[in-house]
């Protein structure tokens, strides 16, 4: 519970919000779809395609293949029912015999799936979906607070540590009677070990410098659109499928992103999107098929004004082809176009002529400028500073001071305490003061002043350079 509060935090307030809530038709059918087949799940893994067994890597099949790899495996189910039996007498494998079972049948679903046949028996209608009675997961999404399971498959990983566990005591008992058995049985286990990939998965480049070079060179943390433009990932779906480079290429350039792939889009997100005019008539053209649909002055001028006040600044096409509307749309907002690069088009937001336009860029434009002009301004020396005045001497007499910098008064600077500021400090400092001896290389041959008042605020001034050690103020002249 401690280590999932952040996460249960983060769902209580969506719950609190109304983010949680779905049509209970859409929910219906996504428990419906991730159901495991009953011989898939404890078919050999499709990892054994790398090892040239086809034939045995085909037995598996899934009909949601990029959710994972759903089974057990031969090895691990073969090990398994062996610790059960030979540890039948353990309270704890009787126990974990049961929740191995649990959790195998409640990763069926609601529906029985076996092969590629798809079987209902006792069906019962919820929410215009058909669903076995016979199956647990039905009861089961019907409990309150249960309805948002939406994916059986994943009991699949709670039923792996059972069986590990069973699979342990099988290997223990092994150990001790068949040493050649388990070592036979280890060698098939490795060729199910672990997770090789999907055929439907494929690799892509984690970025793409010359399409994202200027949106890298531009450091005013402005928005990115990319196109086709969506909420997307499990439920509550608004807009069209994100494309994968629209995410690889935010790690890349640092900029923040318009689109979104999660789990679970929540309602006030999706009405918080809606509420912009610019991301608003954006999703109104994607879902056009035909030519771009008619938009008035006003609207184009409330979409721009909406767009440069959310510091959107770029715009990515990733399928020019089909998206010729989108394009359209964007030019009639501001954007323009910037370079191609492979079938992906770079698109800029013009900035709007006179005034501020209230984006980003301009302040960054600013502080360019005043460090170029700082850069062009003649650069001034320490030793042409003006000093300051001092009112210990007229104005006609002059002294000559010591370059900063020489060892004498490096050294005594650094011997020098810092004065405090007021009176009764600069007294306490002064009988803190090291004595300084006459003669040597740290002391300045100066006369003593003939009345002695506060000290002069200027670091020029001789009295601010220079004090007797001995005797404090006010306690009679040096002797």
Known sequence: MLVASPQIVAMAQQAVDGGAALPASMLAHQDTRYGVPLDSMFAPSPRTKLFGLHAVASIFHYQARKEGVPTFGVMLTLLALLGLVVAWRRPAARLFGLAWLACAVVALGSVLRIGHQRLVPLAIVTHGVRMSVLLPYTWLIHLPGLSGL??????????????????????????????????????????????????????????????????????SGSIVVDVPFGLGGGLGIDGRSVSAHALVEATADGHPRAVSVTSWVPAPTVHAIQAHPFYRDLLAVEAKRGPVPTLTAGQLRAARQDALRMRVGWAIVWKPASAGPVIGYLRQVGFRFARKVGNAELYRLAPATGGHTGRSGCASRA?????????????????????????????????????????????????????????????????????????????????????????????????????????????????
């Open 150 to 219: 939406r994916e059986p498959d994943r009991f699949m990983l709670l039923g792996l540590l059972p069986a590990a566990l069973l699979a342990g005591f099988a290997a223990e008992w092994l150990l001790r009677r068949a040493v050649a058995v388990l070592v036979v049985a280890l060698a098939l286990a490795v060729l199910e070990a672990g997770f090789s990939g999907s055929p439907f998965v494929g690799t892509m480049p984690t970025a793409i410098p010359r399409l994202d070079a200027p949106i890298a060179a531009d450091h």
């Open 367 to 479: 502080r360019s400028a005043r460090r170029h002009r700082r850069a062009l301004a003649p650069a001034r020396s320490p030793r042409t500073r003006p000093r300051p005045p001092c009112r210990h001497r007229s104005p006609g007499t002059a002294r000559p001071v010591p370059r900063p910098g020489r060892p004498h008064q490096r050294q005594a600077a650094r011997r020098r305490p810092r004065r405090a500021r007021g009176t009764r400090h600069r007294r306490q400092a002064a009988r803190r003061r090291p004595r300084r001896a006459r003669g040597t290389r740290h002391h300045r041959a100066r006369p003593a002043p003939a009345a002695r008042g506060r000290g002069c605020a200027s670091s020029w001034c001789w009295r601010s350079t220079w004090r007797p050690a001995w005797p404090p103020p006010g306690r009679g002249p040096l002797t």
